[in-house]
């Protein structure tokens, strides 16, 4: 018993509010362990390299927090702070890729809240995200086209760490919403060069009124400049929200003149699947 305790020390306690981290003297190879444990990754995988000097990270997971999203509103941003207190160079660069579309058996906006919890980390400072929307599977999870995702986020490291002005690294960004009598007109940050349907009117748009019932509208670039949208139904008069690619399989066709996708979005806030 004594040999096994000095094999295998018990876990150091964490102290409330501590990064997980601390942690890092758990061996990651203790037979009680998973990969899939708390703090398991970072220690067997991340924590020997945190005395090096690194330039920056990128990063592609989300789709098994999906049934959590909200908390990945919280948990995404947490992690990105951890890892840059943990090598100690500031807030360097944190480039990450959005899930893509796939369909989940059962999804009901899971996914779509994910991708939203995603978008939401652009608010950390320093970080960038490459849309997927047009480079899934449906029907794998791990979709073959990794070389138009990893040129993607080279578009962030270009524009954001090398300072080229002449480098689009962002697909249309919803910003704002105006009702317009039986229309809602939608504003992009990101348009450069103006908003494009590809292949088509623009697909996957939905619309509600005070309900909350969304249903299937039409979406039209409005504008001389083509950076608003339009979205309006028949059967929505008094509308008061609109959303996006909302199904977790959605493949949309909204993209800017750079030749980048949209992310999913909504206009509301309701509370979603995954709040709890």
Not at 186 to 205: E, K, M, N, Q
Not at 208 to 222: L, N
Not at 250 to 267: C, H, I, M, V, Y
């Amino acid at each position: 018993a004594a040999a096994a305790r000095a094999r295998w020390p018990e876990p150091p306690r964490w102290r409330a509010g501590a990064p997980l981290s601390e942690l890092s003297a758990w061996p990651a190879s203790r037979p009680a362990f998973h990969h899939n444990s708390p703090t398991a990754l970072f220690n067997g995988m991340l924590a020997p390299l945190t005395p090096l000097a690194i330039r920056g990270a990128i990063w592609y997971q989300g789709e098994s927090n999906r049934t959590r999203a909200h908390q990945y509103r919280t948990l995404f941003p947490a992690m990105i702070a951890d890892w840059r207190r943990a090598f100690g160079r500031g807030d360097f660069p944190f480039y990450f890729v959005q899930i893509a579309p796939f369909a989940y058996g059962g999804d009901a906006g899971e996914a779509a809240e994910l991708r939203e919890a995603q978008t939401m980390a652009l608010r950390v400072p320093n970080t960038g995200m490459a849309v997927t929307m047009d480079v899934g599977n449906p029907s794998d999870i791990h979709p073959k086209d990794k070389r138009t995702v990893g040129e993607r986020l080279a578009l962030w490291a270009l524009a954001k760490t090398y300072g080229r002005e002449d480098v689009a690294c962002s697909g249309p960004l919803y910003r704002s919403m105006r009702i317009e009598g039986g229309a809602v007109r939608l504003a992009f940050d990101h348009a450069d060069g103006g908003l494009v349907s590809r292949g088509g009117d623009l697909t996957h748009f939905t619309i509600a009124g005070e309900d909350r019932v969304f249903v299937p509208a039409t979406a039209r670039i409005d504008d001389e400049g083509g950076e608003s949208i339009v979205v309006q139904s028949p059967e929505v008069p008094r509308p008061v929200a609109v959303r996006f690619a909302w199904g977790a399989a959605d493949e949309p066709n909204l993209f800017n003149a750079a030749g980048l996708p949209s992310p999913s979005f909504r206009t509301d806030s309701w509370p979603g699947l995954t709040q709890r």
